[in-house]
């Protein structure tokens, strides 16, 4: 069965990089993209961008174009999403989802002094 | 980008009753409108696909309707297990957006 499966909860000081981890099982990973979307605390949620795992093209979100990479390693099938620069206003739940059917489990980031 | 805009924020009611929730896009998606549940601490749950689709699992007293720009789900006949918040989704884009979110509340 399809199952994405995330890094851990990350504590990061203000300025900070993150780098989170999204690893696929039970599909062909090269024939699916992977979005990635985050919610804040009692927010709604927020999309991110979306990595192509075939040839590793990306669409990034205007707000976070230049602070946010995504990446793919096709041999371990895990995709990973780095968040560089990071402000309070990034601690969140981020996901990871192959398509509206298959989410990750969420991975909290908290972001704090 | 594409504006989802969702109604209402929130709601109240009590087992049983019939609910509607709406999401309007800002441009037509045809079908492409999927809705979530969410309760807290979880990953989104996929209710519905391709504005009417019910997904696999997905109790009966869920519907999807719509298409262009107005959809809708409502739960026929709400259950203690249902209140938690709701969230329309287009997937038209790759640019996923989503709606603001309907809480449903116990009345």
């Known amino acids: 069965q399809v199952q994405l499966v995330q890094s851990g909860a990350e504590v990061k000081k203000p300025g900070a990089s993150v780098k989170v981890s999204c690893k696929a099982s039970g599909y062909i990973f090269t024939s699916y993209g992977i979005s990635w979307v985050r919610q804040a605390p009692g927010q709604g949620l927020e999309w991110m961008g979306w990595?192509?795992?075939?040839?590793?093209?990306?669409n990034y979100a205007q707000k976070l174009q230049g602070r946010v990479t995504m990446t793919t390693d096709t041999s371990t099938s895990t995709a990973y999403m780095e968040l560089r620069s990071l402000r309070s206003d990034d601690t969140a739940v981020y996901y990871c989802?192959?398509?509206?059917?298959?989410w990750g489990q969420g991975t909290l980031v908290t972001v704090s002094s | 980008d594409i504006q989802m805009t969702q109604s209402p924020s929130s709601l109240s009611a009590s087992v049983g009753d019939r609910v509607t929730i709406t999401c309007r896009a800002s441009?037509?998606?045809?079908?492409?409108l999927n809705w979530f549940q969410q309760k807290p601490g979880k990953a989104p749950d996929l209710l519905i696909y391709?504005?009417?689709s019910l997904q696999s699992g997905v109790p009966s007293r869920f519907s999807g309707s719509g298409s262009g720009t107005d959809f809708a789900l409502t739960i026929s006949s709400l259950q203690p297990e249902d209140f938690a918040t709701y969230y329309c989704q287009q997937t038209y884009s790759t640019l996923w957006t989503f709606g603001q979110g309907t809480k449903v509340e116990i009345k």
């Open positions: 990595i192509s795992a075939y040839n590793g093209n990306t």
């Open positions: 441009q037509s998606i045809s079908s492409y």
């Open positions: 989802a192959r398509d509206e059917y298959y």
């Open positions: 391709a504005a009417s």
